[in-house]
């Protein structure tokens, strides 16, 4: 079973639009959503829920009869989520249990809370796993693996031999999940400088966990200075380029429709998608 993935360094540079046209063009796949935070591969893919499930998370809850005002669940405390008159907020709790833990009194208390929904769902290219955190959720790690479990899962029901995954922007917990057993990372970035910058980070983590990556540069004519420093940078790296869409306000106008790029247009832009999912399907 083949897993590819597609990631950006920041949000904004057209992951999800090349997901979207991928979905189109490849065949006997299963489709994954793992921006758990913001997923909005949906609104194109318009999914039709078939399960649904709670995404239970920890949290910490004080006893107040029980606490002795020794300070150690502050002390111990790296988010931020219990104050001087320890109190806890629940807000920035992490559920990681490290105050629960060193309480001599057993005051605080791990207990469950629902911070989300996932999802298994049919959509007109196949099905999707997909999954939405709730607004100040947390764990999103653990999310977006039960995504790519469930994706697994679904591959192996319908007899599918491709997982595409939508995967997190940033670098973060939830990317790191993202990456866990891919074969493959195509990365998107952009010719900005925080482009470059958010590239290079994400570059290294793929990297640093092993996993072949790819690039393409979208919109690369908006800046050909910082689309050749990046052309230089990957060539350095021997990091392959597949590909370099041009800005076009088809992208735009193709999401309003509710359809993907290829879909919506025969145009240079959807050729050159197509030709980037072909070189990134060889891959593996």
Known sequence: MRQLLVISGKGGTGKTTLVSSFASLGKEKVLADCDVDASDLGLILDPEIEESEE????????????????????????????????EIDSLLCEGCGACAFVCP????????????????????????????LIAGGETTGKLVTIVKENAQKLAEEFGRELILIDGSPGMGCPV??????????????????????????????AQHFGVKPLVCINKYDLSLENTEEIQRYLKGEDVPLIGKIPYDSVATEAMVEGKSVVEYSDGETAREIERIWDRFERVV
């Open 105 to 132: 009194q057993e005051a605080i208390k791990m207990e469950d809370r629902v911070s989300g929904h996932f999802f298994n769902s049919t959509t007109r290219y196949g099905p999707m796993a997909h999954a939405e």
């Open 55 to 86: 995404f239970m998370s920890k949290e910490a809850v004080k006893e107040e009869e029980k606490c002795t005002d020794c300070g150690l669940c502050f002390e111990h405390c790296r988010f931020d989520a219990i104050n001087s008159d320890y």
């Open 176 to 205: 790191i999940s993202s990456l866990a057993g891919v074969d493959a990372a195509l990365i998107v970035t952009e010719p900005t400088l925080s482009g470059i910058h958010d590239l290079k980070r994400v570059l290294g983590v």
